[in-house]
């Protein structure tokens, strides 16, 4: 049972677009939400995260939203660039639980 | 800080073959973890240790045994490699304190294994 989807699976942006990647969750106990960054080659790194008493994160250009009554979040990049080219997780946990990830979205930037 | 360090980072195994795969993490660490990454998968759990000598089954444990002899150390092993466990192996860290549950994970670079 996938417990949090993600979309899309694959997402193209041009230089100075906004991407926007979309995840719902089921589970009403998650209570920190994060996103994971991975490059070609890479292992994830944190990215940024929110909790669900938030409605927004804002770090640079990276900005999460959070619709607590509809069990979705998202993440927008502002101003994308070449160098945002890279694999997005969103994942949710609750307590000292296991993180549940997404499958993953493919961003590509075109310079 | 070296962070999150596995070896090797490339291995070629054939069906029925055993290899161990070694995971360090040098930031003291309670919770460790191992993924497997496939396209179009996500990242699946295949066990956990949330300390020494503990270890736990994850989302997709089968084929797989690990070991948590060190707090520094994790150990994921392959006693019969298939074809199946082709895949991008990572290993990940965090940290845990009451009241502070273990949120953010780091990651090491991967393990990239073909089971021919």
């Known amino acids: 049972q996938q417990q949090v989807k993600q979309s899309p699976q694959s997402l193209i942006v041009q230089k100075g677009g906004i991407s926007i990647i979309n995840c719902a969750y089921e589970?009403?106990?998650?209570?920190?939400f994060p996103w994971y960054q991975q490059f070609p080659g890479k292992g994830p790194a944190l990215l940024i995260a929110?909790?669900?008493?938030?409605s927004e994160k804002k770090e640079g250009r990276f900005t999460i939203s959070f619709n607590k009554s509809a069990k979705q979040f998202s993440l927008h990049i502002m101003d994308s660039q070449p160098g945002d080219s890279a694999t997005y997780f969103c994942?949710?946990?609750?307590?000292?639980?296991?993180?549940?990830f997404g499958k993953g979205t493919m961003l590509l930037v075109s310079p | 800080n070296a962070g999150v360090t596995q070896t090797p980072k490339f291995r070629v195994l054939k069906t029925g073959q055993s290899m161990t795969l070694l995971c360090a993490q040098d930031?003291?660490?309670?919770?460790m973890y191992w993924y497997r990454q496939d396209p179009g998968m996500g990242l699946r759990l295949i066990h956990y240790?949330?300390?020494?000598?503990?270890?736990a089954k994850g989302e997709v444990p089968d084929g797989y045994n690990v070991s948590r002899l060190k707090k520094q150390n994790f150990l994921l092993g392959l006693e019969s490699a298939a074809p199946s466990q082709t895949s991008v192996y990572f290993c990940?860290?965090?940290?845990?304190?009451?009241?502070?549950?273990?949120?953010?994970?780091?990651f090491g670079p991967g393990t990239r294994l073909t089971v021919t």
């Open positions: 990940a860290s965090s940290q845990a304190r009451p009241g502070h549950p273990p949120y953010e994970q780091y």
């Open positions: 589970n009403t106990a998650f209570d920190y």
């Open positions: 929110i909790r669900p008493d938030v």
């Open positions: 994942a949710a946990v609750t307590g000292y639980s296991t993180l549940t």
């Open positions: 930031m003291n660490h309670e919770y």
């Open positions: 240790s949330v300390g020494e000598g503990t270890t």
